[in-house]
C-alpha cells in the first residue's frame, strides 16, 4: 500500500502563507489524481484542491485565487502554496492520492494530516 507523508503545516497570522508538500512512497505504479482536503473541529471533510496526472487543477471556491495546486509526478509529490490566508483556513489537511499498484488495481490513499492554524 502507498503511504502520504504531509509537511509544512505550522502557525501563521492571517494574510500569511504556507506551502504544504506531500511525498508518497511504497508500491506505486502510478498516480492518477493527487488532492489536498481539510478538516475543521465540528465540519466534514471538504475538498481543497485536485490536481490530475495531465495537470488539470479544480479548486474549492473558497480558495480560488488564493491557493496553487501543483505535482511533480516523477517524485510522486504534490504541494500546495497557500497565500493570503484567513482564519477559517484553520483545519487539519490531508492529502490524498488515487495510487496504482499496477495496471489495473487502484486505490484511494491518505496521509495522516498535518494540522495549519491561522491567527487572526
Known amino acids: 500500500q502507498a503511504r502520504l507523508v504531509e509537511s509544512g503545516g505550522g502557525l501563521v497570522q492571517a494574510g500569511g502563507s504556507l506551502r504544504l508538500s506531500c511525498a508518497a512512497s511504497?508500491?506505486?505504479?502510478?498516480?492518477?489524481?493527487m488532492g489536498w482536503y481539510r478538516q475543521a473541529p465540528g465540519k466534514q471533510r471538504e475538498l481543497v484542491a485536485t490536481?490530475?496526472?495531465?495537470?488539470?487543477?479544480n479548486y474549492a471556491d473558497s480558495v480560488k485565487g488564493r491557493f496553487t495546486i501543483s505535482r511533480d509526478t516523477a517524485r510522486n509529490t504534490v504541494n500546495l502554496q497557500m497565500n493570503s490566508l484567513k482564519p477559517e483556513d484553520t483545519a487539519v489537511y490531508y492529502c490524498?492520492?488515487?495510487?496504482?499498484?499496477?495496471?489495473?488495481?487502484?486505490?484511494?490513499?491518505w496521509g495522516r494530516g498535518t494540522q495549519v492554524t491561522v491567527s487572526s
Open positions: 490524498n492520492a488515487r495510487v496504482y499498484r499496477d495496471t489495473y488495481y487502484a486505490e484511494n490513499s
Open positions: 490536481i490530475t496526472s495531465g495537470r488539470s487543477t
Open positions: 511504497g508500491n506505486i505504479f502510478r498516480i492518477e489524481d
